[in-house]
């Protein structure tokens, strides 16, 4: 795409107006300086400091100036029903009534799990734990008990949580990551095991012939693949989706399908949307509707290896944490509430936000590409849709944090690279509408 002029200039015009509209947030950030690292977490921080919101309700953030914000992000595509859904609050409510924890189980964990396994035809059984990275972890060790061997095979640019085993060339320089089609295994974060990348057998996204060769010389050593098919962040094509499954069980291997964010294009979430039928799932957000939650399921034989009571004696999973009571009413009310109807309405909105967007790039002459699924979305700026890491690592970077203060000045509250955003089902479609002429909006002020 055409670099766009002064960007810089227009960067810190967004910015300055955005410090002058937030001295309460401002402050807030300076004090938690004191005994933070900066802010509470890392996704929370964007320059020059992150907002600080005080409420949520239905669509809507409101932020501690007062002023509103229509929530395009939705804790992270946690929070498909909006803000404060009232049958969300009350479960967690009369749940609350009856104690936060209570060091047994409380007799709403087979219900969640039964919804859970009613609605995903691979899911034999399930555990729920206390986050996507969890679920993940477990998933893959499972997979290493059940199989006897030590390795994994990943995606470049796949993320699964923050653990060695996946932290994995996440996001690699592009001079340390190798040859596109026999990428190599670079640890992503500071402070990880410098030999955690031997273990991790790196596969490249669309390249159907690439991962058959990669698959096939790496067969005896390997446990399981773990595939993202990256919803709404990454495009994918439904073949390559239904390659990797073909793959896998033609080599014999335990394919690990992380809908940790899909899980929302759906009933049956996104292996029902691409007709396949993993060996193992790993979830997150939605099925925790809002409380800190992951999950693992999957074929009975490889699952059953936790079950205390069958022989032999398999494997321990457990956690101070795990299956809390709060969360598995809270992620039960919530599937409750996500039935096709509610689904229709969603991803109606999603197309209505594509066309949209895709109007507005049209418009505007501007290399960009509209990532919508279901109700999942991310903006990118390069004249084709990314489909692999390396083609994301060459996209534009430089309008996208302008882009997201310009669309927090109009009132909607983005992902902070435009990327992983998404809409609820407390959204109508005049919130759609808003979200695309505050694009253009914004679009037009940056490149013109
Ligand atoms: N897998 C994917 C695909 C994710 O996007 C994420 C987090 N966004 C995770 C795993 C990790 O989940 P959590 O943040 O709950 O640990």
């Known amino acids: 795409m055409t670099p766009v002029a002064n960007i810089e200039e227009k960067?810190?015009?967004?910015?300055?107006?955005?410090?002058?509209?937030?001295?309460?947030?401002?402050?807030?950030f300076e004090k938690g300086r004191e005994a933070m690292a900066g802010p509470a977490k890392g996704a929370f921080y964007y320059p020059p400091f992150p907002l600080?919101?005080?409420?949520?309700?239905?669509?809507?953030l409101y932020d501690?100036?007062?002023?509103r914000y229509v929530d395009c992000a939705n804790h992270h595509t946690t929070l498909i029903l909006g803000h404060n859904h009232p049958a969300v609050v009350k479960a967690i409510a009369d749940q609350l009534s009856r104690g936060v924890a209570l060091g047994a189980p409380a007799g709403v964990e087979a219900e969640a799990c039964i919804e859970l396994c009613s609605r995903v035809a691979s899911l034999d059984r399930v555990r729920y734990c206390n986050s996507g990275t969890e679920a993940t972890l477990?998933?893959?060790?499972?997979?290493?008990?059940?199989?006897?061997?030590?390795?994994?095979?990943?995606?470049?640019?796949?993320?699964?949580?923050?653990?060695?085993?996946?932290?994995?060339?996440?996001a690699p320089p592009l001079d340390k990551a190798g040859p596109a089609d026999a990428p190599n295994s670079v640890p992503t974060a500071g402070g990880m095991s410098p030999y955690a990348g031997q273990d991790v057998v790196m596969l490249p996204y669309d390249n159907e012939a690439a991962v058959e060769k990669i698959l096939t010389a790496n067969r005896d050593d390997l446990a399981c693949v773990i595939f993202d098919p990256k919803a709404g962040t990454m495009a994918q094509r439904p073949e390559f989706v239904r390659f990797v499954r073909g793959v896998t069980r033609k080599l014999d291997l335990l394919l690990i399908f992380d809908e940790i964010v899909g899980f929302r294009v759906g009933r049956g979430g996104l292996q029902e949307y691409y007709g396949i039928d993993p060996d193992l799932t790993t979830y997150g957000k939605v099925v925790g509707g809002g409380m800190p939650a992951g999950a693992f399921g999957g074929r009975a034989d490889i699952m059953d290896l936790f079950d205390p009571t069958k022989e032999p004696p398999g494997f321990f999973?457990?956690?101070s944490f795990s299956a809390s009571p709060l969360v598995m009413v809270a992620g039960l009310a919530t599937m409750q509430q996500l039935t096709p109807?509610?689904?229709?309405?969603?991803?109606?909105?999603?197309?209505r936000l594509k066309e949209g967007l895709d109007r507005v790039f049209a418009n505007a002459g501007v290399?960009?590409?509209a990532l919508v699924l279901g109700s999942l979305f991310s903006i990118f700026f390069a004249d084709e849709m990314p489909y692999t890491y390396r083609a994301m690592a060459a996209a534009d970077k430089t309008l996208a944090h302008p882009l997201f203060h310009s669309l927090l000045d109009q009132g909607y509250f983005l992902g902070q690279t435009l990327g992983m955003c998404c809409l609820s089902t407390a959204m109508e479609e005049d919130h759609v509408d808003g979200l695309v002429d505050a694009f253009a909006n914004g679009l037009r002020y940056l490149t013109d």
């Open 11 to 28: 960067t810190a015009e967004l910015e300055d107006r955005f410090r002058a509209a937030n001295p309460a947030s401002a402050a807030y």
């Open 52 to 60: 600080v919101m005080e409420r949520g309700e239905d669509c809507y």
């Open 64 to 67: 501690v100036e007062g002023r």
């Open 138 to 170: 477990h998933a893959i060790r499972l997979a290493r008990g059940f199989s006897g061997r030590g390795k994994i095979a990943k995606f470049e640019g796949g993320y699964h949580g923050s653990h060695d085993a996946v932290e994995i060339s996440v």
């Open 317 to 319: 999973q457990s956690g």
């Open 341 to 351: 109807e509610a689904f229709d309405h969603l991803n109606g909105l999603g197309e």
């Open 367 to 369: 290399g960009g590409q």
